[in-house]
């Protein structure tokens, strides 16, 4: 870095197709977290000038998700906020139906679809004037979404928090692939919680940095404090990938549930089914133990070793102004370095 210059007043700006399409300032975007991405955190994403998704699944019912999409709708004021549909081979999902009726009654034009192909939402969406960016975790998948016709994709490999899926390599890998095979815009996540990674994204072609981990410590995230004051602790080796024996690959915190089940599948081998690892693989165990419950060594919790990075509680919107600044000075810092002789 360079000492003599004065420190950013401002976070810069990266224009990029995403940011265009999505119409954003900055090119990171959010994707849903369950029971996390809530109306709070979602629209202080949103008012930092990123592009942030509520999870339709955190939700019980589409009573509650109207009532939360609209307070987040004012709570972003005017800035635009999107709705994640995850739909799950091997949860329920039975509201996304509802929820994305309710989102269009509500305006809302923006949605992250994950988990499978997102199949007719493509049309239900865009029909009703709306974007979908598809997040896969497969080189074919994403190509196939993309001849689908999705507007954008987020790519995501092994590294990255909650469900990575099957695929064995880090998402750079797949981005540089990819690339060659679309023609949408396409953003790059997994293990992202630095400044100079976001760079690293946008220099490899991504038209932004999917961030997600990293905000595990943002203040408006409704968790108990035992839940941050880990999350600040955590490093870059707290994070463990089970699973994938079932084919259903899920990166969570290292701890007591998560160190079990890695025991547990060892000794299962090929033969392991969900069955065998009882009530902790399921979201309101983590919910009701971990995150409101305060026990941090009960239950799956999603997260990468971007958590690493995140070394202080803090609003969203610092969170993420910090990680503009600091892109900014790692692109300065690069400008610096390099020299085009002859
Ligand atoms: C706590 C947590 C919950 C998540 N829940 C969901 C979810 O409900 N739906 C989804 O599509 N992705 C979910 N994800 C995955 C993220 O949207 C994103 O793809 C991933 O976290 C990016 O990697 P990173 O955590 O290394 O930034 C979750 C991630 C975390 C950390």
Redesign the pocket.
């Known amino acids: 870095m360079d000492g003599a210059r004065p420190p950013l007043r401002h976070p810069p700006v990266f224009e990029t197709p995403l940011t265009r399409l999505f119409g954003v300032t900055h090119p990171i975007f959010v994707?849903?977290?369950?029971?996390?991405?809530r109306e709070e955190f979602v629209a202080a994403c949103a008012r930092a000038g990123c592009m942030a998704f509520m999870?339709a699944?955190?939700c019980s019912n589409a009573d509650e998700l109207r009532a939360s999409l609209i307070r987040c709708i004012e709570l972003a004021e005017g800035a635009p906020v999107g709705l994640?549909l995850?739909i799950s081979r091997f949860r329920s999902n039975e509201i996304l139906d509802a929820a994305l009726k309710i989102a269009q009654e509500l305006g809302i034009t923006r949605f992250?679809t994950?988990?499978s192909h997102p199949g007719d939402y493509i049309a239900r969406i865009q029909g009703q004037g709306g974007i979908v960016i598809h997040?896969a975790t497969q080189l074919r998948h994403a190509v196939k979404a993309a001849e689908s016709g999705v507007d954008a994709l987020?790519i995501?490999g092994i590294?990255?928090?909650?469900?990575p899926g099957t695929n064995p390599h880090p998402g750079h890998v797949i981005l540089a692939q990819l690339l060659k095979e679309v023609d949408v815009p396409v953003a790059l996540?997994?293990?992202?919680?630095t400044g100079g990674q976001v760079l690293g994204a946008l220099a490899q072609g991504a038209a932004a940095a999917?961030?997600?981990?990293?905000l595990?410590t943002a203040s408006e995230i409704r968790v108990h404090e035992n839940f941050r004051t880990r999350m600040v602790a955590a490093g870059v080796d707290d994070s463990l990938a089970v699973l994938s024996s079932l084919k259903d690959t899920w990166r969570v915190l290292r701890n007591a549930t998560s160190e079990w089940v890695q025991r547990r599948e060892r000794e299962q081998g090929d033969t392991a089914t969900h069955a065998d690892f009882g009530e902790v693989l399921r979201g309101d165990y983590a919910r009701t133990h971990a995150y409101l419950g305060g026990d941090m060594d009960r239950g799956m919790?999603?997260?990468?070793?971007?958590v690493g990075h995140a070394n202080r509680v803090a609003p969203a919107g610092d969170i993420l102004y910090q990680l503009m600044a600091e892109t900014a000075e790692a692109w300065r810092a690069l400008s610096d370095a390099a020299r085009f002789d002859g």
């Not at 590294?159 to 469900?163: C, D, K, L, P």
């Open positions: 994707g849903g977290m369950m029971y996390h991405s999870t699944k955190s994640n995850s992250e994950a988990g997040k987020i995501v590294e990255a928090g909650g469900h996540g997994g293990g992202i919680g999917l961030v997600v981990s990293r595990l919790m999603s997260c990468s070793s971007a």
